[in-house]
């Protein structure tokens, strides 16, 4: 799976919400649907130990979209964000980001 970059930087101190809409990715003919989610981060050019402060709270599932906030990093790295979710034909269905932080 290659993982989508985002063209806009996160920047250190924001708190935003990391959403991903999931609706392509089911089967609308089986009515498949989410019924869990779970988002992991890590940094990919350094080290930070940080890194698993960045995600704030339980992830949200609306319908086909998931989301999660998101806070921290540390200017210049860059982090992969998974986005894994189970649906309810028993699929594993699984996204990934890249988020470039800025100062």
């Known amino acids: 799976m290659e993982a989508y970059e985002y063209q806009t930087p996160f920047v250190v101190g924001e708190t935003t919400n990391f959403n991903v809409d999931f609706t392509q990715r089911l089967d609308a003919t089986a009515n ?21 402060s960045m995600l704030v709270g339980n992830s949200v599932i609306l319908g086909s979209v998931v989301g999660h906030s998101v806070t921290g990093g540390i200017a210049g790295h860059r982090y992969m964000i998974t986005v894994t979710v189970v649906t309810s034909a028993s699929k594993t269905r699984k996204f990934e980001g890249i988020l470039r932080v800025v100062a």
Request: aromatic share 4%; proline share 0%.
């Open 32 to 52: 498949e649907t989410i019924v869990s989610a779970t988002y992991s981060i890590k940094c990919l050019n350094a080290v930070d130990s940080q890194v698993g």
